[in-house]
């Protein structure tokens, strides 16, 4: 009898987007419609069906939606937002509204970096090179990165429960040079 239940479906193919989601990033919370980083993954059915899933990254890419979630240990640890996407083509714009310190911000593609600055506020540290821009922004054990592409404008947005600037090499490799963990 045990062999038999060693075997489950795959609750992917059960998965069935929620009637009227109201899609929006709460970055007071950092939460995409009420899924939080670090709440179970099963919290993502209410999207429906992930276009795309890779097991061995953990990586479930809701290509109409806009957005990717990152999962580790059944928890959703890291968010990609697009509003344009450069590099694969694939998703279409973030439809949702951005909330930010209880204000709806009118983040959006090809926005430039004093744009995402005025809306935002000044980023803890920012990483330049001949195409793009990383603003990282530090909220305790949350951080964002936000993504400007010198010629096109702003395309994307991760915003991890696993900061990279946390890491001692990665802030010596990013050339940061301020206290950490800064003060939020």
């Known amino acids: 009898m045990a062999f038999f239940n060693r075997h489950k479906a795959n609750p992917l193919g059960l998965w069935k987007a929620g009637d009227g989601i109201n899609l929006e ?19 993502l059915l209410k999207f429906g069906r992930p276009g795309s899933v890779d097991e061995s990254n953990g990586i479930h890419s809701f290509f109409s939606l806009g957005f990717q979630a990152g999962i580790a240990d059944n928890r959703v640890i890291e968010f990609v937002i697009f509003w344009n996407d450069l590099i694969n083509c694939q998703f279409r714009p973030f439809p949702g509204s951005f909330i930010f310190h209880g204000r709806k911000l009118d983040i959006k593609a090809g926005l430039d970096e004093a744009k995402v600055n005025s809306l935002l506020g000044e980023p803890f540290w920012e990483s330049k090179d001949k195409d793009e821009i990383i603003l990282f922004y530090e909220w305790g054990v949350v951080e964002w990165q936000v993504c400007v592409n010198l010629q ?4 994307e947005m991760t915003v991890t429960a696993l900061p990279l600037l946390a890491d001692a090499s990665q802030r010596q490799a990013y050339g940061v040079n301020r206290p950490w963990p800064p003060k939020t």
């Open 152 to 155: 096109s404008g702003l395309y």
């Open 25 to 43: 990033f709460d970055g007071d919370n950092h939460a995409i419609s009420g899924v939080k980083l670090r709440d179970p993954a099963a919290m």
